[in-house]
């Protein structure tokens, strides 16, 4: 499909890839530093089952074994009714402790309940492996001495922060959905988890009678990429969230928050239905998530997708000093694409697959948009399970900008509407 945008010059993949080593260069000593900070970090997730009222504070904090005794050292408050993620050192041994701080005051009073894990856990290294820790919180619940007076000097420490958002109203003017913190994300991911978080902002309140649409940028994208689609959409039937996630970590990491995220979403609100649509690398986060969410995902538009991966990352891994995380998963014909075209899309998603290329008349075994080669975004696996391939004479960046696109993307839509 040709527009009135005219053509831009394609670069060759080689000439990407040279880039891409070039920008690696530029930005090594910042990533070594950052991945040598992840590289000591891991933590515990879980659930604190309680039926304490709203005005109740349920904190779980981790306690590090010291000899004889136990030290806290580092505590959160739940992200959503029950959920909870922690930042904890790797190798260290913890029990994990959760009370109902009922006056606020980061301490756990004689009166307030409190449950500590039966087991110790021992953090392994990075968020894939990460422990996951179940309590149940009654409100009759307490735990011995020696761990009760750790919980009363919590003010006292230093928090490592691992912010996780769930829900958070905000809008596109928000700096942690910046190109700047896109940028961050993809050359230092493990400040980026620390420093802007990972998780799913909503850019109005909740609307029982508006479908959420989850947007999904790719590697170092940003939410900002996404406004003229956004601002395209019905907004009588449609309420726009966009996942903000560090993409240069391994994605099967982000895929793991994105789908907790959005169950507990779902737990709270009650959507009978999730659309999705991803830009580049976004899409085979989506596409992983939509095959591992039990909910419905009746629409899934993707957007120049590299579903067999890019030729510059594999380059990226066999060259570069310091690797890119994500790199490695897209590598082509990576071990995550393998993994996640071994199971079809559920029957129920229609999976629109939009691709582009700057120039029509190129061959195809040489066409790109500019950067993904046309040969990776039309991958046979991908189209198999498309509802429609929708191809456009655009970059792979004005894609998102293009009013055929747009145009195209509301007809989607639409037909979706009016099939309800």
């Known amino acids: 499909m040709r527009n009135d945008r005219g053509w831009t010059r394609s670069f060759t993949a080689g000439g990407v890839a040279a880039m891409l080593l070039v920008l690696a260069s530029c930005n090594l000593v910042a990533l070594h530093r950052d991945l040598t900070a992840g590289a000591a970090a891991g ?10 009222s709203e005005d109740s504070a349920i904190v779980v904090v981790g306690l590090r074994e010291d000899g004889d005794t136990w030290i806290a050292e580092n505590h959160v408050h739940l992200a959503t009714r029950h959920d909870f993620l922690m930042r904890l ?42 422990a996951k820790i179940n309590l149940t919180l009654m409100r009759t619940g307490r735990v011995d001495h020696a761990i009760a007076s750790e919980l009363r000097a919590l003010a006292k420490i230093e928090r490592q922060e ?5 829900g958070e109203v905000t809008d ?25 978080g990972i998780g799913i902002f909503m850019l109005a309140p909740y609307d029982p009678n508006r479908v959420p649409v989850l947007f999904v940028s790719g590697a170092g994208g940003n939410p900002w990429e996404w406004r003229a689609l ?7 039937l ?38 999705v649509t991803a830009h580049s690398m976004g899409g085979l986060l989506a596409r992983d998530f939509i ?7 009746p629409v899934f538009v993707s957007m120049v997708t590299p579903w067999r991966g890019h030729r510059a990352a ?35 998603t229609a999976h629109y697959l939009l691709y582009a290329q700057t120039d029509p008349a190129q061959p195809f075994e040489r066409a790109t948009d500019g950067t993904i080669a046309v040969s990776s975004q039309l991958h046979a696996d991908a189209v198999r399970d498309a509802r429609e391939v929708l191809g456009f004479t655009e970059t792979h960046t004005s894609i998102l900008n293009s009013p055929v696109v747009i145009a195209t993307y509301r007809r989607i839509l639409e037909m979706q509407a009016s099939a309800q």
């Not at 691992?162 to 769930?166: D, G, H, I, S």
């Open 43 to 52: 933590g515990v997730a879980g659930k604190v089952f309680h039926d304490e």
């Open 89 to 130: 050192v790797v190798g260290k041994r913890y029990v994990i402790v959760a009370f109902a701080d009922r006056n606020h005051n980061l301490r756990l009073d004689d009166d307030e309940p409190a449950v500590a894990s039966p087991n110790t856990v021992i953090v392994a290294r990075g968020w894939t492996g990460i």
């Open 162 to 166: 691992l912010p996780v958002w769930v």
């Open 172 to 196: 596109l003017d928000d700096e942690r959905l910046s190109a700047t913190s896109g940028r961050m994300g993809l050359w230092q991911p493990f400040e980026f988890l620390t420093n802007v």
């Open 230 to 236: 956004i601002e395209a959409l019905d907004h009588s």
């Open 238 to 275: 449609y309420q726009p969230w966009v996942f903000v996630y560090p993409s240069g970590q391994r994605l099967a990491n982000s895929v793991a928050v994105m789908e907790r995220c959005v169950t507990a979403m779902q737990r709270e609100y009650g959507f009978d239905r999730l659309y």
């Open 291 to 297: 095959q591992r969410y039990g909910g419905p995902v």
């Open 314 to 348: 594999a380059m990226g891994v066999a060259r570069s000093p310091v690797v890119v995380p994500s790199w490695v998963d897209m590598q082509t014909e990576s071990e995550f694409q393998r993994a996640m075209f071994a199971r079809p899309l559920p029957a129920a």
